[in-house]
């Protein structure tokens, strides 16, 4: 099946500065990868997907990029801000099913 | 309802005794999700359903875990026997179609203590 490893687990930035989140895959028929947030305490939420056939995807401060080659996908986020403390799972879909792997997560925490 | 609705919230039980987690998911997702949350950890699927059937249960972690979906609507997620190593957020998702591409709703997750 399908297996998604996600880096890094933590990642402390400054408010203002970029944070890049990596994610690979195994499957390379895999057609459908999102991130979700999850703020503390509360339930993860769609925060931006993007299918195989894009290699690129932006909206507002946050981008995700993919690379089918390498079986890898990042999450970009610009001008971070301290509400965007939280941690992000990125996915993956395989072709077996309708099964949505996650990676571990990567907490990320913005200081003022 | 307007989101995907789970209960109990939080749920203590003796190890050994059985549980009864429900799911009530979003009107008309015909789709449903089953995932686990260790503390620190990641999603880690068990079960979805697609209307009442159970198309995928390979991430049953033992045959103490069953689920069932009916009408198409509420599912009940059972742990039998629990053990501590069972002591985990469960979470439920919807979403409108199985086997395409789309947004899964969570809900808030049960809490399951095992002492």
């Known amino acids: 099946g399908e297996n998604v490893e996600q880096h890094p687990s933590t990642l402390s930035v400054q408010e203002g500065d970029s944070a890049v989140i990596k994610c690979t895959y195994s499957d390379s028929a895999s057609n459908y990868f999102p991130w979700y947030k999850q703020e503390l305490g509360k339930r993860p939420q769609l925060i931006i997907d993007?299918?195989?056939?894009?290699g690129e995807k932006k909206d507002q401060r946050i981008a995700v990029t993919l690379n089918k080659t390498a079986k890898h996908f990042s999450l970009h986020i610009t001008e971070t801000q301290p509400e965007d403390s939280a941690v992000y799972f990125c996915a993956a879909k395989g072709t077996s099913g309708s099964r949505l792997t996650f990676g571990e997560g990567t907490q990320l925490t913005v200081n003022p | 309802g307007a989101g995907v609705s789970q209960s109990p919230s939080n749920k203590v039980t003796e190890k050994g005794k059985d549980v009864e987690l429900r799911c009530d998911p979003i009107?008309?997702?015909?789709?449903l999700y089953w995932y686990r949350q260790s503390l620190g950890q990641g999603l880690e699927f068990l079960i979805y359903f697609q209307g009442n059937s159970a198309p995928d249960k390979s991430g049953l972690p033992s045959d103490r875990f069953s689920a069932e979906r009916t009408g198409g609507s509420v599912s009940t997620l059972t742990i039998q026997r629990t053990q501590q190593e069972d002591s985990a957020v469960y979470l439920c998702?919807?979403?409108?179609?199985?086997?395409?591409?789309?947004?899964?709703?969570f809900g808030e997750g049960s809490r399951l203590t095992v002492l």
């Open positions: 993007i299918r195989s056939n894009v």
């Open positions: 009107s008309g997702h015909t789709a």
């Open positions: 998702a919807s979403s409108l179609v199985a086997g395409v591409t789309g947004e899964l709703f």
